[in-house]
């Protein structure tokens, strides 16, 4: 089973997972991090990869961290909107 990270609030976990897929243009939460990782050119895989750098890991997580980040601006701006 692959290593989850620890949330503030797990009940927030489908929710995240929904919104890596959406960021990573998939509807299938578990492989928006292997379609981050090929974009950006990461040889992740389904399993160990302690092989990997520190560098190459940086580049998946930032791929989709940045990415979400915008991704929940835009959505606050949308709810904003609405409420104007």
Do not use: C, H
Not at 36 to 49: K, R
Not at 54 to 79: F, I
């Amino acid at each position: 089973m692959p290593r989850r990270n620890k949330i503030l609030v797990p009940e927030a976990r489908k929710g995240l997972d929904q919104l890596k897929a959406k960021v990573a243009g998939t509807n299938n939460p578990e492989q928006a991090k292997f379609e981050a990782a090929a974009e950006v050119g990461v040889p992740l895989q389904q399993g160990y990869n302690g092989k990997l750098t520190a560098e190459q890991a940086g580049k998946v997580g930032g791929r989709l961290g940045g990415s979400m980040v915008k991704e929940l601006v835009k959505m606050a701006q949308e709810n904003l909107d609405k409420r104007s």
